[in-house]
């Protein structure tokens, strides 16, 4: 158990380092719409951007002020890893919406998220992860006007085909978040096994140590009694 909290404290830290690199590409990326002249709505992405940088920032002071508290404080982590991911599809979601909605390349970036729920978190909340994503894809998918007014490209596809979409994303996710908590139940399983056999290997290795003594112990004595005074010192150690 302590192996999985320090894995959960380290994981959290290193889901902030992360989002910095994410914060970087995304004004890069930016930047060379700007250039292509795309038409995209800059200022509002700008403003997501920012404040992904802001709550960022209040992530980190949190997670340095847990470390420094405590380092095995799991459930404050834990609250600290939801409250990351809860942030993060907001804002990946109102990115999804300004950059062409139900059909924008950043959808696969939600797959990202349920992996790390599934792996940090208990195997329920993939699933919750990916049922609340699911239901934001469908409202995007049916959601007829983009931030500017205009009619969204999934307003083109009859509603047959759109639901079709949603469906297939949906099974992705759904499978994403089984496959991630299956592997994830079985690494826990087969860690708890091995840790269970290294205790079994420690204590064979100290009676095979203690009956070394004894024959050594034995081998040097030369009165009966003092034999029998180490052999049954070395037994009770066995």
Request: hydrophobic share 55%; charged share 15%; net charge positive.
């Amino acid at each position: 158990q302590l192996f999985f909290r320090r894995e959960l404290s380290e994981r959290v830290g290193w889901f902030i380092g992360l989002r910095w690199i994410a914060v970087g590409v995304a004004l890069a990326g930016i930047a060379a719409a700007h250039f292509a002249r795309l038409e995209l709505p800059l200022a509002p992405i700008i403003v997501v951007i920012a404040c992904i940088g802001i709550y960022n920032i209040a992530f980190s002071l949190i997670c340095r002020h847990l470390r420094r508290y405590s380092d095995d404080r799991e459930k404050l982590f834990e609250i600290c890893a939801h409250g990351q991911i809860v942030c993060d599809l907001s804002a990946l979601f109102a990115l999804i919406y300004l950059t062409g909605g139900f059909y924008s390349p950043l959808v696969l970036f939600i797959l990202f998220h349920i992996i790390l729920a599934g792996i940090l978190l208990d195997p329920i909340y993939a699933f919750i992860y990916s049922v609340l994503a699911i239901s934001g894809l469908a409202m995007l998918g049916f959601w007829p006007l983009d931030f500017s007014g205009h009619a969204t490209p999934a307003t083109v596809e009859a509603p047959g085909q759109r639901f079709l979409h949603i469906v297939i994303l949906a099974t992705v996710l759904l499978v994403t978040a089984f496959l991630v908590t299956t592997i994830k139940r079985s690494l826990r399983v087969k860690g708890r096994t091995l840790l269970v056999f290294c205790k079994e290997l420690e204590a064979a290795n100290l009676k095979l140590t203690a009956l070394y003594d004894m024959v050594r112990q034995m081998a040097m004595c030369t009165e009966y009694q003092a034999l029998m005074d180490s052999a049954t010192r070395n037994t009770a150690r066995i």
